[in-house]
C-alpha cells in the first residue's frame, strides 16, 4: 500500500514545485505563462465590452474566454490536488481570487453581465512579485498598511464629520434651491455636496440663487480644507510607525553625561542633542 502512495506522492510534489514554486526554472516558466495568459484573457474581456469589436468577433472572443476558463479551472484543481493544506490554500487571498477568476464565465449563464466581472483575474497578476523577486518592497506596504491601521479611529471620525457635513449642506441647498434648480430631493442635495466638497464638480446641478451661490463657495472651500486632513492624519502615523521600527536600534539606557538625554542610537559616538562625547558601556 506504501508503495503505491509513493508515485502519486512524487507526482503531487513535482506538480506543487511547479505550480505554487518560483525558484526552479519549470515554476518561472509557468508564473510567466500564467499571467500572460491572464492578460491577454483581460484584454479579450474589454474589446468584447466594444460594441463595434463584439459585433464582429463576438464569437471569437467569446470561444477564447471558455478556453481560458478551462484552463484556468484546471489549474485551480491542480492546486487544490497538490497542496498539502488545501483548506489554507482555498481561503488565502490567492485562493479566493484564483477560484473568483473563473466562477464569472460559469455565473454568466445565468446572469449573462457577470461575465465581465472576470476582469478581477488581474489580480492574479500579483504573483508577479514573487517571480520577479519583489518581496523587499513588502515591508514598505507593511509599513504603510499598519500606519492606515494605526489611524483607523481618526479617519473613521474624520469620514464621519465630512458625511454629517455634506448631510447638512444638502439639507441647507434644497431648502434654499429646491426642485425648479435641480435639487428635487435631500438625497440628490447631499450628491451635488459629495461632488462638491470633494472638488469634483460635474456640473450636472448647480445653485442659481445669490445664496445658495455663496453656501456653495462655502462648501467649496472646505472642500480645499478637507483635503489636507486626511494627509496630516495618515502621514504622523506613518512617523510614528517607522519611529516605533525603528527603535530596535536604539537605547533608552543611553544618557549623556552633560545634557542627560537618552534614545541615542546604539553605535553613537557624540550626542545627537549636545555633541558631547558618549561614553562606551
Same mark, same amino acid.
Given at each position: ?17 511547479v ?10 516558466i509557468?508564473d510567466i505563462?500564467?499571467i ?31 478556453f481560458?476558463?478551462?484552463?484556468f ?10 497542496t ?19 466562477l464569472?464565465?460559469y455565473?454568466a449563464?445565468?446572469f449573462p453581465?457577470?461575465?465581465?466581472m472576470?476582469?478581477?483575474?488581474? $489580480?492574479? =497578476?500579483? @504573483?508577479?512579485f514573487?517571480?520577479l +523577486? ?6 514598505? %506596504? !507593511? ?26 449642506f ?19 442635495s447631499?450628491y451635488?455636496a459629495?461632488?462638491?466638497i470633494t ?26 480644507a ?8 495618515i ?12 527603535r530596535?536600534? $536604539?537605547? =533608552?539606557? @543611553?544618557?549623556?553625561?552633560?545634557? +542627560? ?6 553605535? %553613537? !559616538? ?10 562606551r558601556?
Open positions: 500500500m506504501t508503495k503505491d502512495l509513493e508515485p502519486a506522492a512524487g507526482v503531487k510534489k513535482k506538480i506543487y514545485d505550480i505554487f514554486g518560483y525558484e526552479s526554472k519549470a515554476g518561472k509557468f505563462g500564467l500572460c495568459m491572464i492578460l491577454i484573457s483581460i484584454s479579450a474581456v474589454l474589446l468584447d465590452s466594444v460594441s463595434s469589436i463584439n459585433i464582429r468577433f463576438g464569437n471569437q472572443l467569446t470561444r477564447l474566454e471558455w481560458f476558463t478551462v484552463v479551472t484546471i489549474e485551480y484543481a491542480m492546486r487544490l490536488f497538490s498539502p493544506n488545501r483548506r489554507a490554500y482555498m481561503l488565502s487571498f490567492y485562493g479566493i481570487i484564483d477560484l473568483f477568476s473563473i464569472p464565465t455565473i449563464f445565468l453581465a457577470a461575465a465581465y472576470v476582469v478581477i483575474r488581474i $489580480l492574479r =497578476v500579483l @504573483r508577479i514573487r517571480i +523577486k519583489l518581496l523587499r518592497y513588502m515591508g514598505e %506596504a !507593511n509599513l504603510l498598511f499598519s500606519a492606515l491601521l494605526n489611524a483607523r479611529r481618526k479617519i473613521f471620525i474624520f469620514l464621519f464629520s465630512v458625511m454629517t457635513l455634506v448631510v447638512i444638502g439639507a441647507v441647498m434644497f431648502v434654499l434651491e429646491g426642485p425648479e434648480h435641480g435639487f428635487d430631493n435631500i438625497p440628490k447631499i451635488w459629495i461632488v462638491t472638488t469634483v464638480g460635474y456640473g450636472d446641478i448647480s445653485p442659481q440663487t445669490p445664496l445658495g451661490q455663496m453656501v456653495a463657495s462655502v462648501v467649496m472651500i472646505c472642500g480645499y478637507i483635503i489636507a486632513v486626511p494627509t496630516g492624519i502621514g504622523v502615523e506613518l512617523m510614528q510607525e517607522v519611529q516605533r521600527r525603528g530596535g536600534t $536604539l537605547s =533608552v539606557e @543611553r544618557e549623556c553625561a552633560r545634557c +542627560k538625554t537618552s534614545n541615542h542610537d546604539m553605535d %553613537a !559616538n557624540y550626542c545627537k542633542y549636545c555633541g558631547n562625547p558618549m561614553q558601556s
